[in-house]
């Protein structure tokens, strides 16, 4: 089984943490830091640990900002020295979120010099709460900063619905204030930077829909390879719906001449195991068309009722007359994400986000082991 979380932050990272600190602060109280961060640790979860943390800094480090500050940026790694970094950083992140705002400017400008060592996403994120226009404007000035990772900063830390993260209510009912930030990220000569782009546009599109479509319209004219395939990780959420413009942007428009079977090969499916189907398109018109395939898998909830789930399969263009055969194999076994319910579901096809074939099928839970 993978680690858990929660180990990322544990006490030998604690004590790394507090010599760090404690070469570039004399009076550091390091003893009495490393009591209080590593108090009840092993039973905490991973945010609970780094509140902890965030407390013990909170008891140890001088009251007054800038000085603390001041002692947090020196300890940062310089020049080949080591310094706070990875995990460590994510309680000062906490630290920096809750006393931070009261001296504004300083305590962006810790962030900024924090996140190549770690991402100060969470911790910005208090800042454009208590003062959107007057951070967003700070922030705006990092889009051409020649670290990489405070360019990724100004579009990760402005999400509207980073994960793990609080949520920026302001920007869920109006992104505009963020498009020129996202725009001018647009072609970032960093990967890393263009798909937080994409992740953010895709945050925005689950709340207005037709204006991230309407944005990537603006923007695919004439778009560089690294931009279309950016625009259309954006886009994911959107055309997994079958939102009609967002299908335009890529050309996948209606194909009405097309026909589109889809075969069973085991009606019936042992939890654990997975449904065999095969797919056959045919272009019956006398055009083109770029078709794009996805399935919905129609999942029985405890209440009976269906909730379907869009999973991707593949992307083809079909010449007149021409036909194409898929078969694929969907798991039905345990995830962390989803609760199976025994009975009969539905696989539904979606050609160009519009349903055109679906069969039902059932779906059995093992016995469970006599005791």
């Keep these: 089984m993978p680690e858990p979380l929660k180990n990322l932050l544990h006490e030998a990272l604690v004590g790394d943490m507090a010599d760090r600190i404690a070469a570039n602060a004399p009076a550091f109280d390091r003893d009495r830091f490393m009591a209080l961060a590593t108090d ?25 900002f800038p000085e603390a500050a001041a002692i947090l940026k020196a300890s940062l790694p310089a020049a080949g020295r080591p310094g706070l970094s990875g995990w460590m950083l994510l309680p000062v992140n906490q630290f920096i979120a809750a ?40 922030i705006s000035g990092w889009v051409a900063d020649p670290d990489r990772h405070v360019r ?28 020129p930030i996202l725009t001018a990220l647009l072609d970032d000569p960093e990967d890393y930077v263009r798909r937080s782009v994409a992740n953010s546009l895709n945050d925005i599109a689950k709340d207005h829909p037709n204006l991230v479509a309407a944005f990537i ?61 095969e797919i056959r398109l045919t272009n019956a018109g006398e ?46 076994r345990p995830i962390t994400t989803r609760r199976y319910y025994p009975g009969k579901h539905r696989i539904a ?17 093992p016995s469970p082991d006599p005791a």
Excluded at 157 to 178: C, E, N, S
């Design 40 to 64: 009840r640790l092993a039973a905490l979860e991973l945010m609970e640990r780094s509140a902890l943390i965030r407390d013990a800094l909170f008891a140890t480090l001088p009251d007054d």
């Design 99 to 138: 006393r931070g705002p009261d001296h504004f400017d300083l305590g962006l400008d810790l962030l900024k010099a924090l996140t190549p060592h770690f991402t100060a996403e969470f911790g910005i994120r208090q800042f454009i709460h208590r003062d959107q226009q007057r951070t967003l404007a700070i």
């Design 152 to 179: 990724r900063l100004a579009s990760e830390g402005t999400r509207p619905r980073l994960p793990w993260a609080m949520r920026l209510p302001q920007l869920v009912k109006d992104p505009a204030p963020i498009l």
């Design 217 to 277: 319209a603006g923007h695919i004219e004439v778009a560089s390879a690294e931009r279309r395939r950016l625009l259309k990780h954006a886009s994911r959420t959107l055309l997994k719906n079958g939102h009609a413009q967002a299908l335009a942007n890529f050309g996948f428009g209606a194909a009405a001449a097309l026909t589109c079977e889809l075969r069973l090969l085991n009606g019936e499916v042992m939890f654990g195991e997975g449904l065999n189907f």
């Design 287 to 332: 055009t083109a068309h770029a078709l794009m395939i996805d399935y919905a898998i129609h999942h029985v909830k405890a209440d009976g009722s269906l909730s379907p789930k869009v999973f991707k399969c593949k992307t083809v263009t079909l010449a007149p007359g021409q036909s194409h055969a898929i078969e694929r194999r969907h798991a039905m």
């Design 349 to 365: 096809i979606l050609i160009n986000g519009a349903e055109s074939a679906s069969e039902s099928f059932v779906l059995r839970m």
